[in-house]
């Protein structure tokens, strides 16, 4: 009797199991069958074709981050491309060839932006946007993936900050082989722009697989990257952490010199006593891109001793008070009397021909120039966008700690 009640037992749990299955298999079938849309689309001259399904919309326009600005000042926005609509109302459009970069791109139908739903690859440029990535592959955008070989680690690190009486995140990579190390190493502290955040030079600007890529190759020393939140009044990025108190400061404190302090007596601290570091000036690097150049100048005039490598990416002298931004330049010549002192092995500054702020670099070499200060100048074409900034980080890394 007993065997018998086993027997019928497993029989009413393989027919229930038999039961659940069955509409799970027709979703699997229902699933296969589906339509799929192949987006972006990539030829083997670099043409890209994106595709979205909107059978309803009465207008669609792909733009992307490689596309020419139009208009002026706060007004300017992106040129755009027309879908046009094909069968099962499918729109579609071809552009390029592009250059072997990263991009970042959307879709904007009946005037609302809209996410590329058959590509995973999203990225949030700060508050600003959240987009769609594109990568395309080539010796220009080589240092930009994961590539075989050791890979170093990010790390999600939370630091109280009494300066600015936060607990706060920031990101800190570790080169390939530290764990295992007794070695001390150099670090660079690299600043994000305004509207950024942390997240910005780990997703957007690809940090960790640039220095991977250009240590495994020898062609940068192993350091470490520190890369912070710039915000004074924010403890981390709004997607993890709650909106603060709205700062009575013009664009989150930019110019109220907080985080500058707050690097230097909070983060810089707690790095040299939580990892493995050489902590002196000769192996301390400071760089930043707009907002974060305008950081790493404010850092180093009035810091001239702590750092022995500095790089201005995208930032000068600049009359930001269009920005509701009132930066006092007025010390700027025995500030840079100061640092000529002080003799940094490297002062680095890079901007493109299109940069919305390139004259204020202009005034800033002018008077740099005025008191024979010291500096290397990297040009290059293009404006204020990712893609200058991470060809700057690809080569201002190789400079560092020779």
Not at 314 to 320: I, K, Q
Request: a negative charge; one cysteine or more; hydrophobic letters at 40%.
């Amino acid at each position: 009797m007993k065997k018998t009640v086993n027997k019928l037992g497993r029989f009413r749990i393989q027919l229930m199991l038999v039961i659940l299955t069955l509409p799970l298999a027709a979703i699997g079938q229902e699933v296969g069958s589906m339509e799929r849309l192949v987006s972006p689309e990539i030829a083997d001259d670099n043409t890209v074709t994106f595709r979205i399904k909107a059978p309803k919309a009465e207008k669609v326009v792909l733009s992307g981050n490689w596309m020419p600005m139009v208009g002026e000042g706060m007004a300017m926005t992106r040129k755009t491309v027309a879908l046009t609509k094909g069968e099962n109302g499918v729109w579609s459009t071809t552009v390029g060839p592009l250059e072997p970069e990263l991009y970042g791109y959307t879709f904007v139908v009946d005037d609302v932006n809209t996410l590329d739903t058959a590509n995973l690859m999203v990225a949030r440029d700060g508050t600003f946007r959240t987009e769609n990535v594109l990568y395309i592959p080539g010796k220009a955008s080589e240092l930009y993936w994961a590539k075989t070989g050791s890979k170093g680690t990010v790390h999600q690190v939370w630091y109280e900050s009494p300066t600015l009486d936060l607990t706060r995140r920031m990101y800190v990579y570790t080169p390939p082989g530290y764990a295992d190390s007794n070695e001390n190493y150099p670090v660079l502290y690299l600043l994000h722009g305004g509207g950024g955040d942390e997240e910005a030079w780990p997703t957007l600007g690809v940090a960790n697989h640039i220095l991977d890529n250009l240590i495994n190759s020898g062609k940068a020393e192993p350091m470490i990257v520190v890369m912070t939140n710039g915000n004074p009044d924010q403890a981390a990025a709004l997607t993890v952490s709650p909106k603060l108190e709205p700062s009575t400061q013009p664009a989150g404190g930019m110019a109220n010199m907080m985080f500058e302090k707050s690097l230097v007596n909070d983060v810089i601290p707690y790095i040299e006593s939580h990892y493995k570091v050489k902590p002196n000036k000769e192996n301390r690097a400071l760089t930043g891109l707009s907002m974060g150049g305008l950081q790493t100048m404010n850092t180093t005039f009035e810091n001239p001793e702590l750092f022995d490598y500095i790089g201005v990416m995208s930032m000068g002298f600049a009359d930001l008070s269009r920005f509701g931004i009132e930066v006092d330049h007025s010390k700027r010549g025995e500030q840079i009397e100061a640092l000529k002192a002080a003799d940094p092995e490297l002062y680095w500054i890079a901007c493109g021909t299109d940069d919305f702020l390139y004259q204020s670099v202009v005034d800033m070499r002018n008077e740099l120039d005025k008191h024979d200060f010291d500096y290397t100048y990297r040009e290059s074409t293009g404006g204020h966008t990712w893609s200058n900034w991470r060809i700057y980080l690809s080569e201002f890394a190789p400079m560092l700690f020779k």
